[in-house]
């Protein structure tokens, strides 16, 4: 006999992978292109997540409108990110790089203490359930993480399909050969960038549907989404989609038999475990 | 000889307030290091209100022409949210800005190693707003000093409260009612979690889940399936603000349903907030608090503390634009203006000054009766050697109910403003 209600944490553990996933896709991309760990990548999303309040809630436009305005606004920062703070430290040293962007963290959170206040704010949507008999599953979630998937399909066709994805992949393997066979890698590396800033605005929208939003939130995402990445492989896309479903399970199914927080300690357990058999993560090669 | 005599007496007493006002200027200002979150996640979720009505406290003060002649000179630090800010800034305040004594401080998580910390160094505190138990249980602090209600009595007053109504208001004998009791994991959610557990087993009530999580956990589902399992008629928890909202919104989505939510201070703290996040389904939240002073029949306290609280309340409004005034805001404002009006005074009058020692003394002196704050209670300090030593021994919470934006006391009886609404109307979102 099934115990339903530890059926019901599987499966919301299934959702919450789905949630980190998308949240690892943007950065690991990044990552395996550039060569360049994004620190403040939740910080885009805190970004996003106000401009989807801003453009909603403040000015009312419509909810999917605002979506993909908030998409394409935070591309574009993740653009400017790469334009005018990692371009010029890119031959730098890889803990220079880690602390620039550190440093657009603690700017980032500044900048939307002031601007937007210390207040916690949200869209005041409530999306109905999914009623499955006893079991209970929020729709928010189940969008995300159809998203997610969604985004990882296309992503994956994108750089399988296309001459451009071609070439990003080309850059991610060797980024002092391609330059000779014609590639350009300073752009190769903008669009890369819009595409990981894309994917941070596409996570802030279907994040800001379960969350408030605060100058602080990244802190809530940052650190585990991270996490994620690294057990996976960093910069290896499939590693970290997998990585992220493990991970929930961990959350969910530990924290559903024990107290909560020992499911993220049987997470972390699990990723220390693996830092040792595995140091270059689930599907990430050996250097 | 007259004209002569008057003129004498004119220059004197001229001579007399010169000297006086000389003096006046001449006395040095009170150096107080004020902590509090004005930035991260404590901030809005009452630290900031907090905050703003210590200020407006201590402008009062200064308005008036300080204390005893001495101007207070406030220093405002932000402790960010973070315990590890929160220490570093109370250290520089004491070592180097040479402030005289520390105030404030919102969170319980910040306040446990900084009390310890200032005692050691043999420098005074006067915790404002920050509940934790902990803070004084066993410590055998000597310099530290909060007039704030503590979190034993967080949970001991939902639980009586509960314990008189379960049964006329939800028929369920207290002994068969189901209780789950769920609190972020610092020194403040466990506090009142352990208050909550003692209190309901000690009236015969079943705690059927109790459980503690991070307040910056990002996914609390699978607390909401145990509770689903658990099938709480009542839940009690204790929270900051993002956490509470996370709960509200995935207990809905998951089918949560339950007679009576009480929650315990800080998020809960924040009506507008949760009004705004979650309409009418915030309708019927009870909450556990000092009271919020507005609250309060005037006539039921010392002659000119409802004007004193009106005029706290008038100020807020103008400094922030809220409409609602936040318990957090009198307890910023009250507990300061304790120290301020009755504290420090007697300290410069009767002991000479304000160093730790004399601000200690004076302290262990204060006698206020019941009526005598903006908030209600009374404020005597449990002596040295006691096991709360520094903590009121006058304090009091009481329980809120949260109807269409409006807050309203329930318990204690005596003070009551309406009947509480027990269980959830039928057709409330998370009725059962």
Same mark, same amino acid.
């Given at each position: 006999?099934?115990?339903i209600?530890?059926?019901e944490?599987?499966?919301n553990?299934?959702?919450?992978g789905?949630v980190l996933?998308?949240?690892?896709?943007?950065?690991?991309?990044?990552?395996?292109?550039i060569d360049?760990v994004?620190i403040?990548?939740?910080?885009?999303?805190m970004?996003?997540?106000?401009?989807n309040?801003?453009?909603h809630?403040?000015?009312?436009?419509p909810?999917?409108?605002?979506f993909a305005?908030?998409?394409v606004?935070?591309?574009v920062?993740?653009?400017?990110?790469?334009?005018?703070?990692?371009?010029?430290?890119?031959?730098?040293?890889?803990?220079?790089?880690?602390?620039?962007?550190?440093?657009?963290?603690?700017f980032?959170?500044?900048?939307?203490?002031?601007?937007?206040g210390?207040?916690?704010?949200?869209l005041?949507?409530?999306?109905?359930?999914?009623?499955?008999g006893?079991?209970?599953?929020?729709?928010s979630?189940i969008?995300?993480?159809?998203?997610?998937?969604?985004?990882v399909?296309?992503?994956?066709l994108?750089l399988?399909?296309?001459?451009?994805?071609?070439?990003?992949?080309a850059?991610?393997?060797?980024?002092?050969?391609?330059?000779l066979?014609?590639?350009?890698?300073g752009?190769i590396?903008?669009?890369?960038s819009?595409?990981?800033?894309g994917?941070?605005?596409?996570?802030?929208?279907?994040?800001?549907?379960?969350?408030?939003?605060?100058?602080?939130?990244?802190?809530?995402?940052g650190?585990?989404?991270?996490?994620?990445?690294?057990?996976?492989?960093?910069g290896?896309?499939?590693?970290g989609?997998l990585?992220?479903f493990?991970?929930?399970?961990f959350i969910q199914?530990g924290?559903?038999?024990?107290e909560?927080e020992?499911?993220?300690?049987?997470?972390f357990?699990?990723?220390?475990a693996?830092?040792?058999?595995?140091?270059?993560?689930?599907?990430?090669?050996?250097a | 000889?007259?004209?002569?005599?008057?003129?004498f007496?004119?220059l004197?007493a001229?001579?007399?307030?010169?000297l006086?006002?000389?003096?006046?200027?001449?006395?040095?200002p009170?150096k107080?290091?004020?902590?509090?979150?004005?930035?991260?996640?404590?901030a809005g979720?009452?630290?900031?209100?907090a905050a703003v009505a210590?200020?407006?406290?201590?402008?009062m003060?200064?308005?008036?022409?300080?204390?005893?002649?001495?101007?207070?000179e406030?220093?405002?630090a932000?402790a960010?949210?973070?315990?590890?800010?929160a220490?570093?800034e109370?250290?520089?305040?004491?070592?180097?800005e040479?402030?005289?004594?520390?105030?404030?401080?919102?969170?319980?998580?910040h306040?446990?190693?900084?009390?310890q910390?200032v005692?050691a160094?043999?420098?005074?505190?006067?915790?404002?707003?920050?509940?934790s138990s902990?803070?004084f249980?066993?410590?055998?602090?000597?310099?530290v000093?909060?007039?704030?209600?503590?979190?034993?009595?967080?949970?001991?007053?939902?639980?009586?409260?509960?314990?008189?109504?379960?049964?006329e208001?939800?028929?369920?004998?207290?002994?068969?009612?189901?209780?789950?009791?769920?609190?972020e994991?610092?020194?403040?959610?466990?506090?009142?979690?352990?208050?909550n557990?003692?209190?309901?087993? $000690? #009236? !015969?009530?079943?705690?059927? +889940?109790k %459980?503690?999580?991070? @307040?910056k =956990?990002?996914?609390?589902?699978?607390?909401v399936?145990?509770?689903?399992?658990?099938?709480?008629d009542?839940?009690?928890?204790?929270?900051?603000?993002p956490?509470?909202t996370?709960?509200?919104r995935?207990?809905?989505?998951?089918?949560?349903?339950w007679k009576?939510?009480?929650?315990h201070?800080? $998020? #809960? !703290?924040?009506?507008?907030? +949760?009004? %705004?996040?979650?309409? @009418?389904? =915030?309708?019927?939240?009870?909450?556990?608090d000092?009271?919020?002073?507005?609250?309060l029949?005037?006539?039921?306290?010392?002659?000119?503390?409802?004007d004193?609280?009106?005029?706290?309340?008038?100020?807020?409004?103008?400094?922030?634009?809220?409409?609602?005034?936040p318990?957090?805001t009198?307890? $910023?404002?009250?507990?300061?203006?304790?120290?301020?009006?009755?504290?420090?005074?007697? =300290?410069?009058?009767?002991?000479?000054?304000?160093?730790?020692?004399?601000l200690?003394?004076?302290?262990?002196?204060?006698?206020?009766?019941?009526?005598?704050?903006?908030?209600g209670y009374?404020?005597?300090f449990?002596?040295?050697?006691h096991?709360?030593?520094?903590?009121?021994?006058?304090?009091?919470?009481?329980v809120?109910?949260?109807?269409?934006?409006?807050?309203?006391i329930?318990w204690?009886?005596?003070?009551k403003?309406?009947?509480?609404?027990?269980?959830?109307?039928?057709?409330h979102a998370?009725?059962?």
């Amino acid at each position: 006999m099934i115990d339903i209600f530890l059926l019901e944490a599987i499966l919301n553990g299934i959702l919450l992978g789905g949630v980190l996933a998308l949240l690892a896709l943007g950065l690991n991309i990044v990552f395996g292109v550039i060569d360049v760990v994004w620190i403040c990548y939740a910080e885009l999303i805190m970004f996003g997540m106000y401009g989807n309040y801003v453009l909603h809630k403040d000015l009312g436009w419509p909810l999917l409108l605002a979506f993909a305005v908030c998409v394409v606004v935070v591309a574009v920062l993740g653009v400017l990110l790469h334009w005018l703070v990692i371009r010029p430290v890119l031959g730098g040293a890889p803990i220079n790089q880690l602390l620039v962007t550190g440093g657009v963290l603690t700017f980032m959170q500044a900048l939307a203490t002031l601007v937007f206040g210390i207040e916690f704010r949200n869209l005041g949507i409530s999306m109905p359930s999914l009623e499955l008999g006893e079991i209970f599953l929020s729709q928010s979630r189940i969008w995300a993480c159809g998203v997610s998937l969604v985004a990882v399909a296309l992503l994956w066709l994108f750089l399988k399909k296309t001459y451009l994805g071609t070439a990003i992949r080309a850059i991610s393997q060797d980024r002092e050969i391609m330059p000779l066979m014609g590639v350009k890698p300073g752009r190769i590396y903008l669009i890369t960038s819009a595409i990981g800033g894309g994917l941070a605005g596409l996570a802030a929208c279907l994040l800001v549907l379960q969350y408030d939003v605060h100058p602080a939130i990244g802190l809530t995402f940052g650190p585990i989404t991270f996490m994620v990445c690294v057990m996976g492989g960093l910069g290896n896309l499939l590693g970290g989609f997998l990585a992220a479903f493990i991970f929930a399970q961990f959350i969910q199914v530990g924290g559903f038999y024990f107290e909560l927080e020992w499911g993220y300690v049987f997470a972390f357990c699990f990723f220390i475990a693996m830092m040792f058999w595995r140091p270059q993560g689930l599907l990430g090669k050996r250097a | 000889m007259r004209k002569m005599h008057s003129a004498f007496a004119a220059l004197a007493a001229f001579a007399g307030l010169a000297l006086g006002s000389t003096a006046a200027l001449a006395a040095d200002p009170i150096k107080i290091g004020v902590i509090y979150d004005y930035t991260g996640a404590f901030a809005g979720g009452g630290s900031k209100a907090a905050a703003v009505a210590t200020k407006i406290a201590i402008d009062m003060i200064n308005e008036k022409g300080g204390v005893e002649g001495h101007m207070i000179e406030a220093i405002y630090a932000d402790a960010q949210s973070k315990a590890e800010v929160a220490i570093n800034e109370a250290t520089r305040l004491l070592d180097q800005e040479n402030v005289d004594l520390i105030m404030g401080v919102y969170s319980s998580g910040h306040c446990v190693p900084m009390a310890q910390k200032v005692d050691a160094a043999k420098r005074f505190m006067w915790a404002n707003v920050c509940v934790s138990s902990a803070v004084f249980k066993g410590k055998n602090l000597r310099y530290v000093f909060r007039a704030q209600v503590h979190s034993d009595q967080f949970g001991w007053a939902s639980c009586t409260f509960l314990n008189e109504r379960s049964k006329e208001k939800l028929g369920i004998e207290p002994k068969d009612l189901r209780v789950a009791i769920i609190h972020e994991d610092g020194p403040y959610g466990s506090g009142v979690a352990s208050g909550n557990e003692e209190t309901c087993k $000690g #009236y !015969g009530m079943d705690v059927v +889940l109790k %459980e503690g999580y991070s @307040a910056k =956990a990002p996914d609390l589902s699978s607390m909401v399936t145990k509770l689903r399992r658990a099938r709480p008629d009542v839940i009690l928890h204790t929270g900051y603000n993002p956490d509470i909202t996370l709960f509200l919104r995935q207990s809905k989505e998951q089918g949560l349903r339950w007679k009576a939510l009480i929650g315990h201070g800080a $998020g #809960y !703290g924040q009506i507008d907030k +949760l009004s %705004e996040a979650f309409g @009418a389904d =915030a309708n019927y939240i009870f909450n556990v608090d000092p009271v919020a002073a507005q609250l309060l029949d005037p006539a039921t306290l010392a002659p000119g503390l409802g004007d004193l609280t009106a005029e706290m309340v008038k100020r807020y409004k103008a400094e922030t634009g809220a409409q609602e005034v936040p318990p957090h805001t009198s307890m $910023g404002f009250n507990q300061s203006w304790i120290f301020f009006t009755d504290v420090l005074p007697r =300290a410069i009058k009767t002991y000479g000054g304000y160093d730790p020692e004399a601000l200690r003394k004076a302290a262990l002196d204060t006698d206020i009766p019941v009526g005598g704050t903006i908030q209600g209670y009374g404020v005597k300090f449990f002596p040295e050697g006691h096991e709360m030593s520094g903590q009121n021994e006058r304090s009091s919470p009481v329980v809120m109910q949260y109807i269409d934006g409006k807050t309203n006391i329930v318990w204690p009886t005596a003070i009551k403003t309406i009947e509480p609404v027990l269980p959830l109307p039928e057709g409330h979102a998370y009725a059962k």
